[in-house]
């Protein structure tokens, strides 16, 4: 069984940023670590309950003939039966096919069975987790409107551990694997997922294709919106049948015909056809469901022109940003006159072309899509101007805040100026927005949100490359920093190619030794490590390190930096040996530098105690662990979290050299003071918990330790959920303490439990499952060993 003490994660190098990470869900500036909560925000998840009827669902829509798909949705999402994966649907279908108004529709019906619904905006790892923030917002808006981002989205999935029953309605997901992390963690309440995808995704979930509407439930949708809910007469229906089987029984493209139809009632629906047909060859590129549709507008389009031709400047600025909850404000400069604006939206409202509440708007992708490419409209220059216009009206926050509280003015337009970057057209010259294109991915770099700048830099790349060359250092900066986004967002393969030509750019202009030319090599290496390279990226940092010595100097903050990067390479890459002696010289210098209890000198005598305890080297681990003990004691105090994790260090040393009456006394004292200093269900006080009942397990006090990892999966149970990778590894040490016991029943059933909801959450080939696997056959072989012969 593997000990999970016995191996540690770091963060290390220039650009690491050790936060920011939800279990396996990560999307921002993450190399590692958890975002951990303080005791008195753990409470408050714990204990803030939801006001009745708690939601934030647009508008209840029409939704015509889908009484097998709704009966389908409440049959799975009711279908618990005990097991410990709640099963989730997936509602998978093309653009148009009813998805959205499906599962809101299904939302409001079920509204009262639910402590709280919310609808997530799933079409991207940043979207989503904004919409989790304003879980956090909604529910604990004093707390939330101090606290960073990533510490909202912690909150709201704790609150959503704490408290079951709750709806989350994922909506228009692009990628499955976006989500892999949310459906094995969030147990509890139901998930219900909309997206164009119907594969790539986890046997937890129950997909199911949404279809077309029956010819007869087309044209009673077609009806029921053109005529007002009027009955329609016997030419009415067969017209109707027949426009419903021209649209494809779409129900996007019914209800923008029945609006269109039902804002000129002089139109008939025959003569509504007989003029959509006429379209048919001028409309855009794409599937058929999309070219359908896309006549639908362009026939509304026309119409529009005509009545309200504010509506289409409106339209064609909506195109460019991005297609939901657009501020109104950014459309105020197309208001000519008083109340134009109003009307225009009111025109597009009216004729389903929008989603209009008082503030914002939002608009259908495809409609997007279809406005894009009408040749010759200025309506990229307005949604520029408009963006320009807001941004030059905020306050940049100041460079030396490292990470800004959030700015709700910035951070409601920053989606719409990516949309635009986004979609810059090849040899675009969108200079006014460029400013505010560094100034946004900057925002974001200092809210850790690096993987949202991407479209940003690549414009801002793109624009210096055209007016600065490829050479210039502001160039080779952005290619640099868009580079390092491709990297957070665990694109390592875009990303290394971008420091490659990086780096001999620098080397060709700069020359091998110049300061910037060190650190695109340095960040060449990292990009190397990270994706496994060790080979190249200890080749790196060797080269790094010694121009560094040799321009700086030994003992330059940038070479102690690069000492200890090559030391954890060579640790990484299995040569001990080197790396104990790097990590001995750098302590070293840090001693002389900065004196032997300065905050950076114990980090490095920690990292040097970890790599002699890699390296085997007990004694002098443990000899150095004692130390920084008494250091940090006597600088920091004997309950600072540091103190604690440093007398856990040496307990766990102990344990390793099998000294087990100290590793035992230091760790019930670490877990008895993370207990009064963090609460009993802080994650670090469930790790000391852990800790002991391994050493409990060590010493032969089998009952001591399986009563401790019995409570330690509970509490991992009721704070985390069944499915929650640490709830699954605290399952798989219980398993492991029951077998070492000799109850292999128990043991086999609960390395059962947790391989299935491994496949299930991680798939059939993920290292834990395998892990998982092969513990689960172990068990069994010593089982059947044990069985009397028949």
Known sequence: MTDPAATSATAAGPRSIAAGSIGTAITGDIITGNVILSADALASARDTPAPPGTNNLGPRPLCVGREDELAWLQ?????????????????????????????LYYAHCRRDDHILIWWINAESPARLEQSLAALAARLAPTWAAHAADQERITWALNWLHWHPGWLLVLDNAEDPRDLHPYLGSLTGGHLLITTRRATGWPRAVVTRALGTLAPDEAAALLCDHALHGAPPTPRQLLDA??????????????????????????????????????????????????????????????????????AI?????????????????????LDDEDDSLAEALGALSSYSMIALTPETVSIHRLLQTVLRTAPGHPGRAHAEHALTTAFDALTEPPDHLPAPAPDPAWDALIPHLIALAAGTPPGHRDAPAIEHYDTAARYLHRRRHNARTIALREALLAHRERTLGSAHPSTLTGRDDLAYAHEVAGDIQRAIPLYESTLAQREQVLGDTHPETLRSRSHLAYAYRRAGDLERAVALFETTLAQREQVLGSTHPHTLRSRGDLAYAY??????????????????????????????????????????????????????????????????????????????????????????????????????????????????????????????????????????????????????????????????????????????????????????????????????????RRYLAQARAKRDKRLPRP
Do not use: C
């Open 75 to 103: 049959r799975v999402l009711t279908a618990d039966g005990g097991s410990a994966v709640t099963p989730v649907p997936v509602v998978h279908g093309l653009g148009g096919i009813g998805k959205t108004t499906l599962a």
């Open 313 to 333: 400047e409106v339209l064609h600025t909506l195109a460019w940003l991005a297609p939901d909850d657009i501020p109104v404000t950014l459309l105020r400069h």
């Open 571 to 772: 640790r990484a890459a299995g040569d001990h040996e080197r790396a104990v002696a790097l990590f001995e010289t750098t302590l070293t210098q840090h001693e002389q530098l900065f004196g032997e209890t300065h905050p950076e000198t114990l980090n490095s005598r920690t990292d040097l105690a970890y790599a002699y305890r890699r390296a085997g080297d007990l004694e002098r681990a443990i000899a150095l662990h004692e130390t920084i003990l008494a250091q940090r004691e006597q600088v920091l105090g004997d309950m600072h979290p540091d103190t604690l994790a440093t007398r856990s260090d040496l307990a766990y040393a102990y344990r390793r050299a099998g000294d087990l009456e100290r590793a035992i006394a230091l760790h019930e004292s670490t877990l008895a003071q993370r207990e009064q200093v963090l609460g009993s269900t802080h994650p670090h006080t469930l790790n000391s918990r852990t800790d002991l009942a391994f050493a409990y397990q060590t010493a032969g006090d089998l009952q001591g330790a399986i009563a401790l990892f019995e409570t330690t999966l509970t509490q991992h149970e009721q704070l985390f959920g069944d499915t929650y990778p640490d709830t699954l590894t605290s399952r798989n040490h219980l398993a492991y303490a029951y077998e070492v016991a000799g109850d292999y029943e128990r043991a086999i059933a609960l390395y059962e439990s947790t391989l299935a909801q491994r496949e299930q959450v991680l798939g059939d080939t993920h290292p834990d499952t395998l892990t998982s």
């Open 241 to 310: 049948r027949a426009l419903a089987a021209d649209l494809g029984h779409l129900p996007l493209a019914l209800d923008q015909a029945g609006a269109y139809l039902a804002q000129n009632r002089t139109i008939s629906i025959g003569a509504y056809r007989r003029k959509l047909a006429g379209k048919l060859d001028r409309a855009a590129e794409g599937t058929d469901a999309e070219r359908t549709i896309a006549r639908v507008w362009t026939q509304t389009l026309s119409a529009l022109t005509t009545r309200a031709p504010l």
